[in-house]
């Protein structure tokens, strides 16, 4: 199990630019992939970015070119950097880890979540 926290989330107009950051309990070379998943009200939950461990980055049709998702290892960090927001990127920003071990099984952990609202 990981705890995660982000962090960084707030009220910012459209264009602006906003950083995420999510806090892990462990190191984050002991996670196999993390991403960050997004929910508006009434409705689902959506996969934004993730980034497995050792791999490419993949994104939302949605926030390719305008999002960045990294590690940072040195901190135990995950950060989501967003820039030119639109309000349809008005959301709860939630961290998620994926953790694999022997037997095939896998440690899902998600954090608590840290709203966005893009709003002039």
């Known amino acids: 199990q990981v705890q995660l926290v982000e962090s960084g989330g707030g009220l910012v107009q459209p264009g602006g630019s906003l950083t995420l950051s999510c806090a892990a309990s462990?190191?984050?070379?002991?996670?196999?992939?993390m991403a960050w998943y997004r929910q508006a009200p009434q409705l689902a939950r959506e996969l934004v970015a993730q980034?497995?461990?050792?791999?490419?980055?993949d994104y939302a049709d949605s926030v390719r070119g305008r999002f960045t998702i990294s590690r940072d290892s040195a901190k135990n960090t995950l950060s989501l950097h967003m820039r030119d927001l639109r309000p349809e990127d008005t959301a709860v920003y939630y961290c998620?880890?994926?953790?694999?071990?022997?037997?095939?099984?896998?440690?899902?952990?998600w954090g608590q979540g840290t709203q966005v609202t893009v709003s002039s």
């Open positions: 998620f880890a994926e953790t694999k071990h022997w037997g095939g099984v896998a440690s899902l952990d």
């Open positions: 462990k190191s984050l070379s002991s996670i196999d992939t």
């Open positions: 980034v497995p461990s050792g791999g490419n980055t």
